[in-house]
């Protein structure tokens, strides 16, 4: 799989910290809809050449996922990796990253949240929870977890996921696997195209709802998708270069179908033959395809110390999040 990198120079960082000034002196957060309402250009405000080149991972149809390294990070400034992800004490540690976060995400497209997860921000927090090791969530840590795309229950997933490392010390990798490097026979990817397959939401969208918004109407759209899936093929769009969906620990074929087990367990078998580890170390951006690229996260051992890996995480979309029915749950600017 070819990963493209870049890497800033002393002269970009200098840049860029100097933007930041600029831009964090509202006080508004990336977490919020204001800040991107107020600073809706300000991915221009970008070194020209990471600009390039993140235009160019926009533009090539073939990119499946991306690293920037050499954001500054001051870990002191950040404080210890938070014990939940309902801080008392906010973001306000974080809000330098987060700029340099949001600029990125501009880049691509309409950064958003849903209302499900974490508030609504939109900008999330990834680490270990305590008690909730062996869920497969960014909140896990004892459980590998596997290949998904996210939000690969809903037609109107995400088209980028950008991964923002705050603090990384065991380099705990995020393994990906595009779909362009597999192989497949092609009677597994008539089947895999075909509507024959439950995707329910993931854990989290329900869980949190249910302890904090037990009457929301997200809460009811989520049970309702989880209570009475539609069926829907895991391959979609271009049958020459075909985009994927998959939740392998929430999905499952509709129906007793041996053709369709047989060619998901296929599918399965192909990525993990092409996966390769990146890693999200201080001061990385790593942006991936969601329609692309499926990706997962080794386990670890979490201390709870406040020194466990810490991620920031964005969702883009390429298109206007304010058509269709099901979007009525997503945070929008």
């Not at 801080?87 to 499900?116: N, V």
């Not at 362009?180 to 075909?194: A, G, K, N, Q």
Request: charged share 30%.
């Amino acid at each position: 799989m070819r990963t493209d990198e870049y890497t800033l120079s002393g002269a970009e960082v200098d840049d860029l910290r100097a933007t930041l000034d600029e831009l964090s002196a509202s006080g508004l957060s990336p977490t919020e809809p204001d800040f991107y309402e107020k600073y809706r250009g300000c991915h221009e405000l970008l070194p020209g050449g990471l600009r390039r080149f993140l235009t160019d991972f926009y533009d090539d149809a073939s990119s499946a996922a991306c690293v920037v390294n050499g954001f500054p990070v001051d870990d002191a400034a950040v404080g210890p990796t938070p014990r939940h992800w309902a801080r008392p004490e906010g973001g306000d540690a974080t809000i330098r990253p987060d700029i340099y976060l949001a600029m990125c995400a501009s880049t691509l497209g309409e950064p958003f949240a849903w209302a499900t997860l974490q508030h609504g921000r939109l900008v999330q927090d990834i680490f270990p929870i305590e008690g909730d090791e062996r869920r497969e969530s960014g909140h896990g840590s004892e459980a590998f977890l596997t290949f998904h795309t996210d939000d690969a229950f809903r037609s109107d997933s995400p088209d980028y996921l950008l991964l923002f490392g705050i603090r990384n010390p065991d380099a705990v990798p995020t393994f990906v696997a595009p779909m362009r490097d597999i192989r497949l026979s092609d009677t597994d990817l008539r089947v895999l195209s075909e509507n024959r397959f439950h995707i329910l939401p993931d854990d989290e969208h329900i869980r949190q709802l249910e302890l904090r918004a037990p009457g929301a109407p997200a809460l009811l759209r989520a049970i309702e998708m989880r209570d009475h899936p539609q069926p829907v093929s895991v391959l979609f769009g271009d049958s020459a270069n075909p985009r994927i969906r998959l939740d392998t620990p929430f999905m499952r074929c509709a129906g007793d179908d041996p053709e369709a087990e047989r060619a998901l367990v296929a599918l399965l078998a192909a990525l993990e033959r092409v996966r390769r580890p990146l890693v999200a170390h201080a001061g990385s951006l790593l942006i991936l395809n969601n329609r692309s690229v499926v990706h997962g996260r080794e386990s670890f051992t979490a201390r709870y110390d406040g020194t466990d890996r810490w991620l920031r995480k964005v969702i883009v979309s390429r298109r206007s999040a304010a058509t269709g029915a099901e979007s009525f749950d997503r945070v929008r600017l």
